[in-house]
């Protein structure tokens, strides 16, 4: 072998030897310059629509966590109404169900 086919051994295509660049190659690959181009998802950049993403985390985390509203009269009016395994249903359903007249639904305190 010569001295000359052991040395192209050790450099690439794109001029790079050891990992380094030598004189005659450029020194950024193709590769890292599309990467480093803007890429494009849809009309905006990749770092515009990672913004609006963080935007919309920041604004759902905090709507989460900020104070709910009670109001007791709704509170009220809820408990108030007939449930059957937790749903509400009107007198008329409740019979069908349970199978009973409307004078033994009323007479019935525990449902």
Do not use: H
Request: with cysteine.
């Amino acid at each position: 072998m010569d001295e000359e086919d052991s040395n192209s051994d050790w450099s690439d295509e794109d001029g790079y030897q050891n990992g380094s660049p030598n004189e005659q190659g450029n020194s950024m690959k193709m590769d890292d310059y599309e990467e480093r181009q803007i890429r494009y998802i849809g009309p905006i950049t990749e770092g515009q629509r990672l913004e609006k993403i963080r935007k919309y985390w920041r604004k759902k985390y905090n709507k989460a966590n900020t104070q709910k509203y009670c109001y007791t009269c709704r509170q009220q009016v809820a408990e108030k109404r007939l449930r059957i395994k937790g749903r509400f249903v009107t007198k008329e359903q409740a019979c069908e169900i349970l199978g009973l007249t409307q004078d033994e639904l009323l007479d019935n305190v525990k449902i």
